[in-house]
Every structure is written in structure tokens, then in C-alpha cells.
T-cell receptor
Framework: QKEVEQNSGPLSVPEGAIASLNCTYSDRGSQSFFWYRQYSGKSPELIMSIYSNGDKEDGRFTAQLNKASQYVSLLIRDSQPSDSATYLCAAFGNFGNEKLTFGTGTRLTIIP | EPEVTQTPSHQVTQMGQEVILRCVPISNHLYFYWYRQILGQKVEFLVSFYNNEISEKSEIFDDQFSVERPDGSNFTLKIRSTKLEDSAMYFC??????????FGPGTRLTVL
């Protein structure tokens, strides 16, 4: 069974600090990876995508991918109270498996 | 900015009744998806749709479920005879040829 694993948290981070979220995946055929933010009762909102090994930065967010270790991470710099949400890691598969497989999400709370 | 829309936002139905959930994907997108999220659980893939046919479906998507693209804009999910365990948030998503999927706001289905 293809799985995406995340620490469910909760993860508490002081305002202004760096929040670090981690994810591992089991399907080596996964070709791209995504981080979604989900506020309570709302739909997933795409915040980052990463396709190749290394780092990808977008504003306060940095995604990191290590395909050898099957590991994806998301760093949020200068954390704000509005970043408090559940962060979902998702893997997109290869041909014939072209769908998102989600982790259970990590609940992040930014403490003012 | 283009977005996926879904109607209704909340649907209450009696067990055994048929429901149709409606979605309007982003206009230039080619691939369409339905996911569901039972309260407190992970987002789960139901079905993907491309070129007017189902490209992949999960074990959840049994004979009670069907999808249709009746015209150039709408994408529907029908549940023929709802069960209590069908109560969940149902999300429609769409993408272009790239893998980034954008989610609609969801329909909360409550089966009594």
C-alpha cells in the first residue's frame, strides 16, 4: 500500500520562529510532491510543489525533497499566527497512478 | 484568479437517497478529481476523470458512485443510495497537464 506519513503533531512554534514539517513516502514511483494548508472546515490550499531533489523557496516557505531517503519537508520562516493550520503532505504518482496520496497532516500552532 | 467551485456547500440527505454533488473545474484544466475527507481523517482519492472517461478509481468508488461531465463546464459525482458512512467532505479538484491540483471549497454531505 502506498503511504505518506506525517507526524500528526500538534506542533507549537513561537511567532517569528521557523516551523519545520516533515513527511516520508513509500512509493518510489512518486514523481512530484505537494504541501497543502488546510484550515479547520476548509479545503486544502496548495502552497508548495516540488519535483526534483533539493530545495525550492517561495517567500517564507521552503520545500525540500530527498528522493533517495523518500523524504519531503517544509520550512516556514518568520511564522505568523495566520500560519496556524493543518499542513498536508501529498505525493503524486506515476502513469497509471496519477492521483494525490495524502498524509494525515501535521497540526501547526503559532504562539503569539 | 480562476478557482474550482462546488455546490451545494452542505447537503443533508436520508440514508438510501441519491445525491448529486456538482463541481465547476477551472476552465482550461483537463483532469478532474473527486476526493473525500471523513471528519478527523485524511483526504482520500475517489476517482480521476480525463478525456470524458474515468482514468482511475479507488476501492471506495464502488457501483454506488458515478461521475459525469454533462457539458463543457460541470463535473458531477452521484451517489445512488447513500449510507451513513458516506458522510464526509467531498472535494473536487482539477489540474492542467502539470500535476498541481487545485481544490474546490467542498461539499459537506451528512447522511441521516
Amino acid at each position: 500500500q502506498k503511504e505518506v506519513e506525517q507526524n500528526s503533531g500538534p506542533l507549537s512554534v513561537p511567532e517569528g520562529a521557523i516551523a519545520s514539517l516533515n513527511c516520508t513516502y513509500s512509493d518510489r514511483g512518486s514523481q512530484s510532491f505537494f504541501w497543502y494548508r488546510q484550515y479547520s472546515g476548509k479545503s486544502p490550499e496548495l502552497i508548495m510543489s516540488i519535483y526534483s531533489n533539493g530545495d525550492k523557496e517561495d517567500g517564507r516557505f521552503t520545500a525540500q525533497l530527498n528522493k533517495a531517503s523518500q523524504y519531503v519537508s517544509l520550512l516556514i520562516r518568520d511564522s505568523q499566527p495566520s500560519d496556524s493550520a493543518t499542513y498536508l503532505c501529498a505525493a503524486f504518482g506515476n502513469f497509471g497512478n496519477e492521483k494525490l496520496t495524502f498524509g494525515t497532516g501535521t497540526r501547526l500552532t503559532i504562539i503569539p | 484568479e480562476p478557482e474550482v467551485t462546488q455546490t451545494p456547500s452542505h447537503q443533508v440527505t436520508q440514508m438510501g437517497q441519491e445525491v448529486i454533488l456538482r463541481c465547476v473545474p477551472i476552465s482550461n484544466h483537463l483532469y478532474f478529481y473527486w476526493y473525500r475527507q471523513i471528519l478527523g481523517q485524511k483526504v482520500e482519492f475517489l476517482v480521476s476523470f480525463y478525456n470524458n472517461e474515468i482514468s482511475e478509481k479507488s476501492e471506495i468508488f464502488d457501483d454506488q458512485f458515478s461521475v459525469e461531465r454533462p457539458d463543457g463546464s460541470n463535473f458531477t459525482l452521484k451517489i445512488r443510495s447513500t449510507k451513513l458512512e458516506d458522510s464526509a467532505m467531498y472535494f473536487c479538484a482539477s489540474r492542467t497537464g502539470f500535476n498541481e491540483q487545485f481544490f474546490g471549497p467542498g461539499t459537506r454531505l451528512t447522511v441521516l
